[in-house]
């Protein structure tokens, strides 16, 4: 239902006490990700979306947004909605 994954990513974006996520709306003043790991791009962030614990094992991420993989090991969106996630991301201002 597009309606509620919608609803999903806004929650996501925003953040806020109910929402176990960072607020990613300062994301593109940012030159890196995973604390520093690696540079802000496109191919990174995919990396990072797609499984965060292979770039940085441990992470509250994976633990925090479980319910986004399906096999623990792979984010459970298409490739379509994941480029769409990762160009707005990188569009923030």
Known sequence: ???LQAGRLDAFLIGG?????PNLTDLRTRSTLGAGLMDLN?????????????VKPGNSMSDRAAHL?????????SEDQLND???YLLNLQ
């Not at 496109?42 to 965060?52: M, Q």
């Not at 993989?69 to 969106?77: A, N, V």
Request: proline share 6%; net charge negative.
């Open 69 to 77: 993989y399906s096999d623990g090991s792979d984010i459970s969106l």
């Open 1 to 3: 239902d597009r309606e």
């Open 42 to 54: 496109t191919e990174n962030l995919r990396l990072w979306l797609k499984n965060p614990d292979d």
């Open 17 to 21: 006490a109910l929402v176990p996520a």
């Open 85 to 87: 996630i990762i160009a």
